[in-house]
C-alpha cells in the first residue's frame, strides 16, 4: 500500500502526526503531504521531514472543517493518515467545538475519502472510548463506558467510519491509542499531559503533584512506536477493524513518578492531592490496553519499554529548551 504511494496524513505537524511524517519516509513511499491548520502543529516538528523532497505542506495548511480544501488536498492521494482533533480537556471546555472539529471534521475526512476514490484510511481514535476498565487488561471488546465529551467524538468517528465502509466500501483501519508520550508533545500548554507538567514540576525545582493516592494506572507507549503501528496499519490487510495501540503494561502514577524522579536524579518528595468531588467522579482510574490482537493483525509490538522513552524524551527537552 505504501511503495509508490502518495499519502495525506492530516495533522501531521502535531504531536503523533509529525512523527507519522517521519515513519513514512523511512519507507519507498512516493509523497507525504501535511495537512494541518497549525492551531496545535509546529512546522518545527517537521524540520527533518521537509528536508526530503517526497515531504511537503499542502499550501497554507488545512482544516477538516474546510471541505473543499480538504478535498483539494486529498485529490491524486492513494491513502490518508487522520489524526486531526481536539484533545481531552479541550473538549470538556469547548464541547461545541470539539463537535465541529472531531465529529464533523471526521465526517468531513470519510466524505472526501469516498470522493476521491482513497484506497486506504487509518483512523486515529483513543482508549477514551473505553472508560474506566471493566476488566483489564482491556480488549477490543470491551464494552463503551466513555462518559467525556472527547471519548464521545472517537465513538462518533468510530461509528461514522464503520458506516461509511458498509455504505461506499471505504478501506479503513481505527486504532485507539493508550496514554501517549514523547518529544513534540506540548510541554507547557494548559492542555497538556501528566508526564510533561511532571518533568515541568521537578525542572524548576518544585515537588510533583499526585492527584489521588497514585495506584491510578494506565498504559503509556512512546510516540515512535505509535507512529510504527500507524504506517503498519497502512500496510495491513485487515479493514473495517479498530485496534488498541498501547504495550500492556501497567503503570501506576506513582511508579511513573518515582522513574522520572530516578532519571532526573531528584530527592523532590511527592505531594498529594485530594480529588474534588467532580474528578474523583469523573477521572478514569484504571487503563491498560490488551496488545493482542495489534501483534497479531498489524504486526506491532512497542519497542520502547517506559524508563527508556523517558530517558528520550528527557534528552529531547534538554536539546530544545527554547519549545518548553
Not at 463503551?144 to 458506516?163: D, L, S
Not at 505509535?226 to 503498519?232: D, F, S, T
Request: charged share 25%; aromatic share 10%; glycine share 6%.
Amino acid at each position: 500500500m505504501i511503495n509508490d504511494s502518495k499519502v495525506l496524513v492530516i495533522g501531521g505537524a502535531g504531536f503523533i502526526g509529525s512523527f507519522v511524517v517521519s515513519e513514512l519516509l523511512k519507507s519507498n513511499v512516493d509523497k507525504v503531504v501535511i495537512y494541518d491548520n497549525f492551531a496545535r502543529g509546529k512546522e518545527s516538528n517537521l524540520m527533518d521531514s521537509l528536508a526530503d523532497p517526497r515531504c511537503e505542506i499542502y499550501p497554507n495548511g488545512g482544516d477538516v472543517r474546510d471541505t473543499d480544501t480538504l478535498n483539494d488536498a486529498m485529490k491524486g492521494c492513494d491513502a490518508v493518515v487522520h489524526l486531526a482533533a481536539m484533545w481531552l480537556l479541550h473538549c470538556k471546555d469547548f464541547p461545541r467545538t470539539a463537535f465541529h472539529v472531531n465529529i464533523e471534521g471526521t465526517f468531513n475526512v470519510l466524505e472526501a475519502c469516498v470522493q476521491n476514490n482513497i484506497k486506504r484510511l487509518v483512523y486515529s481514535s483513543s482508549a477514551s472510548v473505553y472508560g474506566d476498565a471493566a476488566e483489564v487488561p482491556m480488549t477490543e471488546n470491551h464494552p463503551f463506558n466513555n462518559k467525556n465529551f472527547y471519548g464521545a467524538t472517537k465513538i462518533a468517528g468510530e461509528a461514522m467510519c464503520r458506516a461509511y465502509y458498509d455504505r461506499y466500501g471505504l478501506n479503513y483501519v481505527g486504532l485507539r491509542y493508550m496514554n501517549v508520550y514523547g518529544p513534540h508533545q506540548d510541554q507547557t500548554a494548559a492542555y497538556t499531559g501528566v508526564i510533561p507538567i511532571m518533568l515541568n514540576k521537578i525542572d524548576a525545582n518544585e515537588a510533583p503533584t499526585i492527584n489521588g493516592d497514585g495506584t491510578q494506572a494506565y498504559d503509556f507507549i512512546d510516540v515512535e512506536d505509535v507512529a510504527r503501528c500507524n504506517v503498519l496499519a497502512l500496510e495491513a490487510d485487515a479493514v473495517d477493524e479498530f485496534y488498541n495501540v498501547g504495550t500492556g503494561v501497567q503503570t501506576s502514577i506513582k511508579e511513573l513518578c518515582d522513574t522520572i524522579l530516578d532519571l532526573k536524579q531528584s530527592d523532590l518528595k511527592v505531594t498529594y492531592n485530594p480529588y474534588s468531588e467532580d474528578d474523583a467522579r469523573r477521572m478514569v482510574q484504571n487503563r491498560i490496553g490488551c496488545p493482542k490482537k495489534a501483534s497479531a493483525d498489524l504486526d506491532f509490538t512497542y519497542k520502547y519499554d517506559l524508563r527508556t522513552g523517558l530517558e528520550r524524551l528527557i534528552d529531547w527537552r534538554k536539546s530544545n529548551l527554547e519549545e518548553i
